[in-house]
């Protein structure tokens, strides 16, 4: 395992290269970025103590609210871990931030190779297993076992719940912004799955035509927030989005199947989306309001066969990715996680 370094995020946050082997495109790795604490408050004074003795305070503040816990993030397709925000959000609270770039996306992809290509989800046990590895090392002076809890968004939504189903012990909490739990065209899926099966076993690499008309990228330029602009690499995050192949493909759509037969993920889970959804078949205003990627009422049903705690939370205003929507909006996702996270630490007796 290599060492830590600075990340393209600024001195906050700090990245691992994960070494996963190589494949017939060349070296694998999966990428770990960590944000780094904030500075901790200074220990109160002599005077201070003093003075909440007299109080009848305690003389030393009281663990912040997610102390003990990690989190780990997954991003969507064709996409990569950028939102400092988000990762401020878990780290003012108490807890461990660490996002997972998965192998051949983002600080992970490598020339030569095939963007977000994967045959089976199944094989990002390796990039999990390898993030949870080193989260265990750099926590290993702590003495206690942490708590975790898995953070993912849109495809990475789907693998974190497919893998937290097979890994039913390892994680305390599963939180999904807008989770890619079903087909856009979901009665059309049963149909489409032949085709893409026997064009995967053929050609596995072939990709189908671009469908993306950047208009999600534009409605996130629309509703951005001027005083917290976040810039991302158009390398990683290209516009319109990376091509799709047919073993990708099937591989995506085998896990829509595996969720629609029912997962059981034994922790709770809760499942942030949008109120609506949105065709995006030419511009207009209503694109910066919803979202244009899934259909949120599909994945609002599929939510309830994740497991046997479900939480959907639905956010008027919000994008494919809520936490990038217009600030009312964002706000809201905000509120509605901190409650949700609020109540778990309760129920947990944390």
């Not at 290269?17 to 694998?28: Q, V």
């Amino acid at each position: 395992m290599t060492a830590w370094v600075p990340d393209v995020l600024g001195d906050e946050f700090e990245q691992l290269t994960l070494p996963l082997g190589e494949d017939h495109e060349g070296e694998i790795v999966a990428t770990l970025v960590r944000a780094l604490p904030e500075a901790p408050p200074p220990a109160p004074t002599a005077w201070e103590r003093f003075v909440r003795r007299v109080q009848g305070r305690p003389l030393v503040d009281p663990p912040p609210m997610l102390d003990g816990v990690d989190v780990l993030y997954v991003h969507g397709w064709s996409d990569y871990f950028f939102q400092k925000r988000l990762a401020r959000f878990w780290t003012s609270r108490g807890a461990r931030f660490l996002a997972l770039d998965l192998r051949k996306y983002g600080r992970s992809l490598r020339e030569g190779q095939t963007p977000g290509y994967i045959a089976d989800l199944a094989t990002y046990d390796e990039d999990i297993a390898a993030a949870l590895e080193a989260m265990r090392a750099d926590a290993a002076d702590s003495g206690t076992r942490r708590r975790l809890v898995l953070m993912g968004h849109s495809t990475g939504g789907l693998v974190l719940s497919l893998w937290a189903s097979r890994h039913p012990d390892a994680a305390d909490a599963v939180i999904l912004n807008s989770p890619w739990l079903e087909f856009q065209l979901a009665p059309l899926r049963a149909a489409i799955a032949p085709m893409v099966e026997l064009q995967a076993r053929l050609r596995p690499l072939d990709a189908a035509p671009q469908i993306d008309l950047g208009f999600y990228a534009r409605a996130q330029a629309a509703v951005a927030d001027p005083d917290d602009l976040m810039e991302t690499n158009p390398q990683w995050r290209p516009v319109p989005a990376m091509s799709v192949n047919a073993g990708w493909l099937r591989a995506i759509l085998h896990g829509h199947r595996t969720v629609a037969e029912g997962l059981s993920i034994p922790a709770p889970v809760c499942v942030l989306l949008s109120a609506k959804s949105a065709l995006p078949t030419r511009w207009s205003d209503e694109l910066t309001s919803a979202d244009t990627v899934l259909v949120v009422e599909d994945i609002a049903q599929r939510s309830l066969k994740l497991g046997s705690s479900v939480t959907v939370e639905r956010i008027d205003g919000a994008l494919h990715d809520v936490f990038l929507s217009r600030k009312q909006a964002r706000d809201d996702a905000y509120a509605r996680l901190e409650r949700w996270v609020t109540g778990w630490v309760a129920a947990t007796g944390s």
